[in-house]
T-cell receptor, first 116, second 113 residues
């Protein structure tokens, strides 16, 4: 399977615990995005990497959230001291970028986080 | 800022009925427009796209035309099938804003046999 993969698919944690999610993009894609999707809503942008550089962060990404893409390949999203409001589907997407313009984003299946 | 508004659902249709899901957008730059579909338990899949005004995107019998004058990108299909039941998301992306996507809230389509 050469699509975007995410691990785990589901995570249940108690409030106050830390969680980490992993995203493996399509191998030749240099851009990687994280989104959050709450029930009944569309995905909301969280952050974006061009290779290993994190170039943009949404104001939705509080200081409890941190994302890395250490070698420009896979990425991790960590949430510290989870709160019930963090319960959502966390989506990863990847794309190419180039001088010829826009390439669509390919989405992974998401990680569903439930904070109890 | 950039945003997308789409009609609220759910939309319930009988098989072979005509489908329209409305989508309008607000953008300051030069957006490309997309429709993504999310089947139950699956991730978002690109359905179709249009990169400039008057372009028509089409795929699997679905169509949408990029209308700059009305800032719209309505999704249509002439004859829906039960297998089209899913949530449909309209989205825009601005090439000059690192391709960040802005999504609408989604419209759930239920097609009854």
């Amino acid at each position: 399977d050469t699509g975007v993969s995410q691990d785990p698919r589901h995570k249940i944690t108690k409030r106050g615990q830390n969680v980490t999610f992993r995203c493996d993009p399509i191998s030749e894609h240099n851009r990687l995005y994280w989104y959050r999707q709450t029930l009944g809503q569309g995905p909301e942008f969280l952050t974006y990497f061009q290779n290993e550089a994190q170039l943009e962060k949404s104001r939705l990404l509080s200081d409890r959230f941190s994302a890395e893409r250490p070698k420009g390949s896979f990425s991790t999203l960590e949430i510290q001291r989870t709160e019930q409001g963090d319960s959502a589907m966390y989506l990863c997407a990847s794309s190419l970028s180039g001088a010829s313009g826009l390439y669509e984003q390919y989405f992974g299946p998401g990680t569903r986080l439930t904070v109890t | 800022g950039d945003s997308v508004t789409q009609m609220e659902g759910p939309v319930t249709l009988s098989e072979e009925a005509f489908l329209t899901i409305n989508c309008t957008y607000t953008a300051t730059g030069y957006p490309s427009l997309f429709w993504y579909v999310q089947y139950p338990g699956e991730g978002l899949q690109l359905l179709l796209k249009a990169t400039k005004a008057d372009d028509k995107g089409s795929n699997k019998g679905f169509e949408a035309t990029y209308r700059k004058e009305t800032t719209s990108f309505h999704l249509e299909k002439g004859s829906v099938q039960v297998s089209d039941s899913a949530v449909y998301f309209c989205a825009l992306s601005d090439l000059y804003n690192f391709n960040k996507f802005y999504f609408g809230s989604g419209t759930k389509l239920n097609v009854k046999p």
